[in-house]
């Protein structure tokens, strides 16, 4: 793996393209993951409860709602990063058992040895197929399961189909919960299929966004909340309400018109998530 360092800032060819390690310049200790050009993660090694990314907030919020705090859960993150949300759950969830998986072993050699994460027993990282991993996973085995995973700035069509919603469906305890993080922009069809997809299995569900992005103006995160039981809407809400950038929750009426009759993705028709417009991730250098 060719490496190089300009100044404070990492540079690494890992299987799945080029990483790029940034020193966040407002908070020493801090780091932003970007894999050709995309920001991915941002970690702070002092903090692991300061979380920069607004839909990593949304992620982290349903993690601390779906369960008494404190309170120790087993948890499937697909896809790794920089472990953000890993080191945030062992921070504010003491004992949780965590299983990462990622599938650029290259990206996890260099995470660890520049970004090490604090020991943990409980916490392992499996360098696999996501999809793979659920497949052979033990039924009703994780609280939560949080996806994810993006190649380039797209997730696989592999984890958007009806076929891999079963097996997270599958794999989740009957009173567990997916996260799912959906990149989109307008005409917001993705996140729409993705939403009618994922409640065949999961009928209960929530939807938490910028509201710009919701109303189809811009690209941007959507975060899926779904189970087999009503989802906290009220104090997700108030969290997305309160966060620094301001989000809305959709769920119940507003949710099924937003789906708006969308079909259910097959394996045979799926497709990779839509792409990011031109420019949009541009970072200060």
């Known amino acids: 793996m060719g490496r190089r360092r300009d100044a404070d800032r990492i540079t690494a060819q890992v299987d799945t393209g080029q990483a790029e390690l940034a020193p966040d310049p ?3 200790g801090s780091w932003t993951l970007l894999l050709d050009g995309a920001p991915q993660s941002h970690v702070d090694l002092n903090d692991p409860t300061h979380l920069e990314f607004e839909y990593v907030r949304r992620l982290a919020a349903a993690i601390d709602l779906v369960a008494p705090a404190g ?3 087993r948890v499937l993150h697909l896809g790794g990063g920089a472990l953000t949300l890993p080191r945030y759950v062992a921070a504010t969830r003491p004992g949780s058992v965590q299983r990462v998986v990622e599938v650029d072993g290259a990206l996890v050699d260099l995470v660890r040895r520049e970004l090490p994460w ?3 027993p409980r916490l392992k990282v499996r360098v696999d197929d996501a999809r793979a991993v659920l497949a052979g996973g033990r039924d009703g085995g994780y609280d939560v399961i949080v996806a994810d995973v993006f190649a380039g700035s797209r997730t696989p069509a592999r984890l958007t189909s009806i076929e891999y919603a079963a097996e997270v ?3 989740l305890r009957p009173g567990g919960w997916y996260l799912a993080n959906l990149a989109d922009g307008p005409p917001l069809r993705y996140a729409r299929g993705q939403v009618a997809t994922v ?4 009928p209960r569900a929530c939807l938490v966004a910028d509201a710009a ?3 189809g103006r811009r690209y941007g995160n959507l975060v899926l909340v779904a189970g087999r039981q009503e989802p906290p809407v009220a104090a997700l809400t108030r969290r997305a309400a309160g966060d620094w950038f301001p989000g809305r929750v959709l769920a119940g009426a507003e949710l099924d018109r937003f789906a708006g009759g969308s079909p259910v993705v097959r394996d045979s028709d799926a497709s990779d998530s839509t792409p990011p417009p031109p420019g949009i991730f541009s970072v200060r250098r």
Do not use: F, K, N, S
């Open 169 to 171: 469906a599958r794999v």
């Open 118 to 120: 604090r020991p943990d």
């Open 26 to 28: 407002d908070r020493p």
């Open 199 to 202: 409640r065949e299995l999961l």
């Open 213 to 215: 992005v919701l109303r």
């Open 71 to 73: 309170t120790p859960l």
